[in-house]
Nanobody, 122 residues
Framework: QVRLVESGGGLVQAGGSLRLSCAASGGTLNNYAMAWFRQAPGKEREFVAMIWSGGSISYADSVKGRFTVSRDNAKNMVYLHMSSLKAEDTAVYYC????????????????WGQGTQVTVSS
């Protein structure tokens, strides 16, 4: 059973930066594709970014050029560096893991963290 714990959220002004971290335990991250999703109030959970075990990366169009996902398999950590933040980036951000499945489909993920709140003030 993989356990994921996010950290690093907070309140930031528009244009600012934050780095989110996701710590994994109970399994080896090498075996999983790791993703970040977010959910704003009243909206569905949406795909943000994904990094496969081999290092390939995919981003949602809304964050391309502003967000960077990375992983450190030796430390069982995944990161999301967010820059040029906008008010519309405000959401709870979740880390998720899957062995196989469609990257952008939340229901295809087996493990989830509890989420960390990111609030961007305009």
């Amino acid at each position: 059973q993989v356990r994921l714990v996010e950290s690093g959220g907070g309140l930031v002004q528009a244009g600012g930066s934050l780095r989110l971290s996701c710590a994994a335990s109970g399994g080896t991250l090498n075996n999983y594709a790791m993703a970040w999703f977010r959910q704003a109030p009243g909206k569905e959970r949406e795909f943000v970014a994904m990094i496969w075990s081999g290092g390939s990366i995919s981003y949602a169009d809304s964050v391309k050029g502003r967000f960077t996902v990375s992983r450190d398999n030796a430390k069982n950590m995944v990161y999301l560096h967010m820059s040029s933040l906008k008010a519309e980036d405000t959401a709870v951000y979740y880390c998720a893991a899957q062995r196989t499945g469609r990257p952008w489909v939340a229901s295809d993920y087996s493990y989830w963290g509890q989420g960390t709140q990111v609030t961007v003030s305009s």
